[in-house]
């Protein structure tokens, strides 16, 4: 069975900080997705990792995969308070089927 | 593009009736959609895999009899949740994949509705 650990899985910064957010999976996966999810909403897709190496960058946050560690970091420069909510790692497998991670709830704070 | 409805955003019904919520591919032909379930404070969990003209695979511990899935059409995939109780009540969200030639980024991908709110009193 696929699992998908996000660590840490509360963070409070403070805005102007940097930070990376970790998603270990335990098995091998046709690719990786990073939602964002705002309370009382549904999925905002962030990112989309296809292969090993891969790094996306939107802003403030930047995306990278590790398929040998099964690894995929999210990383936040110099965080802003509209950054604030909370974000899923999800591992797609066969038949497109996604398995999510527990999620980080992010707090950035003035 | 790629654009994923649910209807209603938000449902309060009586413990013992029967809930159905729509999830419609607005802009592209959906083959599959999947069905989460969301509690406050928890990750989405998959409840079940909707194939168009098929019946639809259910997660393990998901009861078929209660939730019922339709996928009569390639944009519309309907749950009905069936003698709603108080546990029943969450957020939940469909999404629906795009298959090879709709002209979306990634081939595959699923692409969320915006999940509707059930509670049941």
């Known amino acids: 069975e696929l699992k998908v650990e996000q660590n840490p899985l509360f963070l409070s910064m403070q805005e102007g900080k940097n930070y990376t957010i970790y998603c270990n999976y335990s098995?091998?996966?046709?690719?990786l997705y990073w939602y964002r999810q705002d309370p009382g909403k549904s999925l905002e897709s962030l990112f989309v990792l296809l292969s090993n190496g891969a790094v996306k960058q939107e802003g403030r946050l930047m995306a990278s995969l590790d398929t040998k560690a099964r690894l995929s970091t999210l990383h936040i420069t110099a965080a802003v308070h509209d950054l604030s909510a909370t974000y899923f790692c999800?591992?797609?497998?066969?038949?497109?089927?996604?398995?999510f991670g527990e999620g980080t709830q992010l707090t950035v704070n003035p | 593009g790629a654009v994923v409805s649910q209807h209603p955003s938000w449902v309060i019904c009586k413990s013992g009736t029967s809930v159905k919520i729509e999830c419609r591919s607005l802009?592209?032909?959906?083959?599959?959609m999947f069905w989460y379930r969301q509690f406050p404070k928890q990750s989405l969990m998959l409840m079940a895999t909707?194939?168009?003209?098929?019946?639809?695979?259910?997660e393990q511990g998901v009861e078929k009899d209660k939730f019922l899935i339709n996928h009569a059409s390639l944009t519309l995939s309907t749950l009905t949740v069936t003698s709603a109780h108080p546990e029943d009540s969450s957020f939940y969200i469909c999404s629906a994949r795009a298959p090879p030639g709709q002209g979306v980024p990634f081939t595959n991908e699923q692409f969320f509705g915006p999940g509707t709110r059930l509670t049941v009193l």
């Open positions: 909707s194939n168009e003209g098929s019946k639809a695979t259910y």
């Open positions: 802009d592209f032909q959906a083959t599959t």
């Open positions: 098995t091998t996966s046709d690719r």
């Open positions: 999800a591992v797609q497998t066969s038949g497109s089927r996604l398995t």
